[in-house]
């Protein structure tokens, strides 16, 4: 059975830092493309980054860019977001996914509270 | 990057069909077979539906089908039930090797 099980959510003061990570099991991690997936409180689902099974190819959506790191550990099963300069725009429950074009599996998200 | 763009809402009575549109470009819909929908209970995770068009997981009920005529793929939903009522989703892959997702629709059983 696959699961992903994301961490490291809370609240963080404007232009803070977090650092998200994801354990994955039940599937051959290093076969697939991983992704984030961030949905505000009452909002949509907004897709955030992705990254290639050997982490050579990462991409952003434009408005995390210069800010999120997406990385991962395949030795670990571990996905990882690292959310720097935060702003109160990036409050959200922050899903990790796998990606194989289409999001196919989901885990139950971890909180983002970015305030003052 | 903008997002796909769905019906705010759409409603059905029971048994009834209803279909929700999703609408993006040639370089998202239009220029691939990866659109796929989400259905989201409150405070849970999406679940996946339709994958790669008009597939459905092993599990997903029948009465859920998916379509795609240029840049507007289709999700209807067939002899519809009071455990529809959720909100939909549509994603799809890029040309620039990211996903866009749906602006998002709530169904209502009337």
């Known amino acids: 059975e696959v699961q992903l099980v994301e961490s490291g959510g809370g609240l963080v003061q404007p232009g803070g830092s977090l650092r998200l990570s994801c354990a994955a099991s039940g599937f051959t991690f290093s076969s697939y493309w991983m992704s984030w997936v961030r949905q505000a409180p009452g909002k949509g689902l907004e897709w955030v980054a992705n990254?290639?099974?050997?982490?050579?190819?990462?991409y952003y959506v434009d408005s995390v860019k210069g800010r999120f790191t997406i990385s991962r550990d395949n030795a670990k099963n571990s996905l990882y977001l690292q959310m720097n300069s935060l702003r109160a725009e990036d409050t959200a429950v922050y899903y990790c996914?796998?990606?194989?074009?289409?999001?196919?599996?989901w885990g139950q998200g971890t909180l983002v509270t970015v305030s003052s | 990057q903008s997002a796909l763009t769905q019906p705010a809402s759409v409603s059905g009575s029971p048994g009834q069909s209803i279909t929700i549109s999703c609408t993006g470009t040639?370089?998202?819909?239009?220029?691939?077979?990866?659109v796929s929908w989400y259905q989201q209970h409150p405070g849970k995770a999406p679940k996946l539906m339709i994958y790669?068009?008009?597939n459905r997981p092993s599990g997903v009920s029948n009465r859920f089908s998916g379509s795609k005529s240029g840049n507007t793929a289709s999700l209807t939903i067939s002899g519809l039930q009071a455990e529809d009522e959720a909100d939909y989703y549509c994603?799809?892959?890029?040309?620039?090797?990211?996903?866009?997702f749906g602006t998002g629709t709530k169904v209502t059983v009337l």
């Open positions: 994603s799809s892959y890029t040309s620039s090797s990211t996903l866009v």
């Open positions: 040639s370089s998202d819909v239009g220029g691939y077979n990866y």
């Open positions: 790669d068009v008009s």
């Open positions: 990254i290639k099974q050997d982490g050579s190819e990462k």
């Open positions: 996914a796998r990606d194989v074009q289409v999001i196919d599996y």
